[in-house]
């Protein structure tokens, strides 16, 4: 092979992992960011439904209270009702509680996406640094060197970027169990 045909080699390999690299993580901070409003619309529709269901159970209890106010004494009736009345305010005040975990989720999912932004920063950055280093006037067998250099440097931060970022948002808190989402 002629050394002009191993410069174009290597320069080929070192932008298509560059290329390739960019891609696959862009894509994974899109998938995130994706997920991400996802969940906080979901979370949002099911607070709104039970901060709405406690509003409409609290309004259902304020004759029986302005009669208690009043001085008066409410029925068996009303008395069974301001019991049941208040546990639909417990049900919906935890499944609103429960709804919020969407914070803890949404958390480690920009944090992932952060981590990957700052990877792919610093993954260009070194391409930048290595790239800093070659001189026009560089030989071939220089600047294949160097080349392969950089291909290795980024190959490993990008295996690195990798097995630090886990594929799965998991929840672990409150009441509703272990969530393990994507």
Do not use: C, W, Y
Not at 19 to 32: A, F, I, K, W, Y
Request: aromatic share 2%.
């Amino acid at each position: 092979m002629t050394r002009k045909k191993i410069l174009g080699s290597h320069v080929k390999r070192l932008l298509s992992g560059v290329s390739d690299h960019g891609r696959r993580h862009l894509t994974e901070v899109e998938t995130d960011l994706i997920q991400t409003g996802l969940l906080l619309e979901e979370a949002i529709e099911k607070l709104t439904f039970n901060f709405m269901a406690i509003h409409q159970a609290v309004e259902a209890e304020q004759d029986t209270i302005q009669l208690l106010l009043a001085g008066g004494t409410p029925t068996a009736e009303q008395k069974a009702r301001l019991e049941e009345l208040h546990a639909q305010v417990g049900k919906h005040v935890n499944a609103a509680i429960t709804s919020m975990q969407f914070q803890d989720m949404t958390s480690q999912l920009i944090d992932r996406t952060l981590k990957r932004v700052t990877g792919l920063r610093e993954f260009l950055g070194t391409l930048g640094a290595h790239g800093a280093e070659m001189l026009p006037e560089s030989d071939n067998e220089e600047i294949v060197a160097l080349l392969g250099k950089v291909s290795m440097a980024l190959a490993i931060q990008s295996l690195e970027l990798r097995s630090v970022l886990r594929k799965a948002v998991s929840q672990k808190h409150l009441e509703s169990g272990d969530i393990e989402l994507f």
